[in-house]
């Protein structure tokens, strides 16, 4: 029993490990994380404070005419990056449940296979006792080895979500820092990087707009 609980829980460490997922990865370099150039600078000061950005103050302090082409495509790119985040994402969450699904399968067929190695009075020599051990053995190994399937599975998108973050927290930055550039100097720019983050029909009716305006500019030339 000691040997199959140490291999579970071998197993699942190797997930939780492999696919941990950082909390502010926004370390990463513009070669990994964007085709923009502009590294994200600080905008806020040693006395700037988180507060909560409400819609109607973001919307206040948003100038679509003062942005050009360039902005329309960080826009976009950030739009991208977080369709992808999402797309990855869900089949993470799938992933992982099924992880833990079958966590618990192994564990309620090794306690099935040791009740059976233990069972008092049995004669080890009955061939339906034998049988109904051997029984047990395969069962547990059909679920360890699919125990590992989804463990790999796991890993593998796992580590597409690690980077899509990492990414994505990155062009996050950049486009608060751009959009709200007239901000007050005492708001921290996590204020409203968070607010991006829980608003994206905010940034999709900004992209709208702005693509609208350059075109109307483009047809008047």
Do not use: W
């Amino acid at each position: 029993m000691k040997l199959a609980v140490t291999i579970l829980a071998s197993i699942l460490a190797i997930c939780s490990v492999t696919t941990a997922i950082p909390v502010n990865p926004s370390a990463a370099t513009s070669a990994e994380t964007s085709t923009s150039t502009a590294q994200p600078t600080e905008i806020t000061s040693t006395e700037s404070e988180y507060r909560k950005i409400s819609h109607e103050e973001a919307t206040g302090l948003v100038d679509i005419s003062q942005f050009s082409e360039n902005d329309a495509n960080l826009i976009e790119e950030y739009l991208l990056m977080d369709q992808r985040y999402d797309d990855i994402n869900k089949p993470y969450d799938v992933a992982n449940f099924e992880r833990l699904d079958q966590g618990k399968l192994v564990e309620q067929l090794t306690e099935q296979k040791e009740k059976l190695l233990h069972k008092p009075y049995q004669d080890e020599n009955d061939p339906m006792y034998q049988e109904e051990l051997e029984n047990s053995k395969l069962k547990l190994k059909k679920a360890l080895r699919e125990l590992k399937r989804i463990v790999k599975k796991c890993e593998r998108i796992g580590n597409s979500l690690y980077y899509a973050t990492s990414q994505l927290n990155y062009s996050r930055e950049n486009l608060a820092e751009r959009l709200f550039q007239n901000g007050p100097s005492g708001t921290s720019l996590n204020s409203y990087v968070e607010f991006l983050e829980s608003n994206r029909d905010f940034v999709e009716k900004i992209y709208e707009s702005l693509t609208l305006q350059l075109s109307q500019q483009s047809k008047s030339e």
